[in-house]
């Protein structure tokens, strides 16, 4: 999926490709999330869909729910829910960066590289290469 780091840097064009197929699948891992808490507060809290929306929504976003659970059920699902939207988080905000860090650092691979040619050079031949 990515090129090794001897290969030569990905075009501008193919890493905005790469970056757009990652955010599509974080958007994908947000909605199947949303989906399942909505679902959750629906089915052990009887909410109306709206109202389960906005609780899944608003732990997903880190706020916190809105509606207090009342039944068993209810609050064993918005516990479990709760520490499963922190870990979505960190694996979408995951998701998203990888194609940027695997950039950045083959290019600092490649300049770092291109040193190393260079003093090599310097030490056969005794002289630099000029640009």
Partial sequence: MYEHHHEPLASRSEFLRRLAAHVAVAAVMVLVSLGVGMWGYHAT???PWL???LNAAMLLGG????NVP???AGKMFAGLYALYA??????VVGVMLVPIFHR???RFHLVTEQAEEAEEEVEETGTARHP
Avoid at 86 to 91: E, K
């Fill in 45 to 47: 809290e009887g909410l």
């Fill in 51 to 53: 109202d389960a929306f």
């Fill in 63 to 66: 706020m916190g729910p809105v």
């Fill in 70 to 72: 009342l039944t068993l």
């Fill in 86 to 91: 922190g870990l979505v988080v960190l694996a």
């Fill in 104 to 106: 950045f650092l083959h």
